[in-house]
T-cell receptor, first 110, second 117 residues
Framework: GNSVTQMEGPVTLSEEAFLTINCTYT??????LFWYVQYPGEGLQLLLK?????DKGSNKGFEATYRKETTSFHLEKGSVQVSDSAVYFC?????????FGAGTRLTVKP | NAGVTQTPKFRVLKTGQSMTLLCAQD?????MYWYRQDPGMGLRLIHY???????AKGEVPDGYNVSRLKKQNFLLGLESAAPSQTSVYFC????????????????FGPGTRLTVT
């Protein structure tokens, strides 16, 4: 079946540090891949997406590249801010199947 | 546009009671979903709908029923609540492009926090 595995948290960084959150997937076909962000007390919001191999999604300084050879979609940001503190979810969509990772909580300290 | 709205925001039930959660979207999306979010488990799909009058089971459907009588609304019912159904419930909706078979990004509601005692 289809599944998503993402790095366990929590992750604590200082402001301006480099961020990587690992995400790998298993799929029976060629899924679309997403990163969603959830701020406290809110629903999930789309952060970025990629729909085919080698696509790079980017938004608000975050980037992730769809790597078919390693079945990965790692999230990166060069310099995090306190306002980036949230829970990040990796997800895949294939036909009618949506799968989410367990989420990684990021805390950025000033 | 309000996007995706959910009612109620909070609810406490006793074991065996029933309730219905309402989700509404004003984006004319074909697809709608119900998830539950539990600590350390991410989101798990309960049921989904690919259009008005259709529903299908997701990953964890047991103990829940759904209905989609109108395109903009998706109802989630608990007929006999159990403590294991204590969770945060999220509704979402999305476009689907049939010519590519691609589900586009989902838009989420703010969630309903349900406690079953």
């Amino acid at each position: 079946g289809n599944s998503v595995t993402q790095m366990e948290g929590p992750v604590t960084l200082s402001e301006e540090a480099f961020l990587t959150i690992n995400c790998t997937y298993t799929a029976t076909g060629y899924p679309s891949l997403f990163w969603y962000v959830q701020y406290p007390g809110e629903g999930l919001q789309l952060l970025l997406k990629a729909t085919k191999a080698d696509d790079k999604g980017s938004n608000k300084g975050f980037e992730a590249t769809y790597r078919k050879e390693t079945t990965s979609f790692h999230l990166e940001k060069g310099s995090v801010q306190v306002s980036d503190s949230a829970v990040y979810f990796c997800a895949l969509a294939l036909a009618n199947d949506m799968r989410f990772g367990a989420g990684t909580r990021l805390t950025v300290k000033p | 546009n309000a996007g995706v709205t959910q009612t109620p925001k909070f609810r406490v039930l006793k074991t065996g009671q029933s309730m219905t959660l309402l989700c509404a979207q004003d984006m004319n999306h074909e697809y709608m979903y119900w998830y539950r979010q539990d600590p350390g488990m991410g989101l798990r799909l309960i049921h989904y709908s690919v259009g008005e009058g259709t529903t299908a089971k997701g990953e964890v459907p047991d103990g829940y029923n759904v209905s989609r009588l109108k395109k903009q609304n998706f109802l989630l019912g608990l007929e006999s609540a159990a403590p294991s159904q204590t969770s945060v419930y999220f509704c979402a909706s999305s476009f689907f492009f049939p010519w590519t078979g691609e589900i586009h990004e989902q838009y989420f509601g703010p969630g309903t926090r349900l406690t079953v005692t």
